[in-house]
Nanobody
Framework: QVQLVESGGGLVQPGGSLRLSCAAS????????MAWYRQAPGKERELVAN????????SVAASVKGRFTISRDNAKNTVYLQMDSLKPEDTGVYYC???????WGRGTQVTVSS
């Protein structure tokens, strides 16, 4: 059974940091590029970051460049999103997904507010 389980979300003040994790199981994690998406209230889901199957070609959206970093550990079947200098507009539900598949997690809430 395929599972992607996100964790690490929460409430943080502007300027703070969070590290999201996504633990994968039930499929060959190291064969898939992975991505983080987010969806803010009333907005469409957007791609935040993606990374190649072997950790190559990490890429982040322009809106988070210089603040967010994506990484993965194939030995632990886990992909991470390090989020620094958080802003209120980063608030939303963050999802991980295996690219070119139907594999999605259920999401973790991130709220940036003072």
């Amino acid at each position: 059974q395929v599972q992607l389980v996100e964790s690490g979300g929460g409430l943080v003040q502007p300027g703070g940091s969070l590290r999201l994790s996504c633990a994968a199981s039930g499929f060959t994690f190291s064969s898939y590029a992975m991505a983080w998406y987010r969806q803010a209230p009333g907005k469409e889901r957007e791609l935040v970051a993606n990374i190649g199957s072997s950790g190559n070609f990490p890429s982040v959206a322009a809106s988070v460049k210089g603040r967010f970093t994506i990484s993965r550990d194939n030995a632990k079947n886990t992909v991470y999103l390090q989020m620094d200098s958080l802003k209120p507009e980063d608030t939303g539900v963050y999802y991980c997904a295996a690219l070119r598949s139907s594999y999605w997690g259920r999401g973790t809430q991130v709220t940036v507010s003072s």
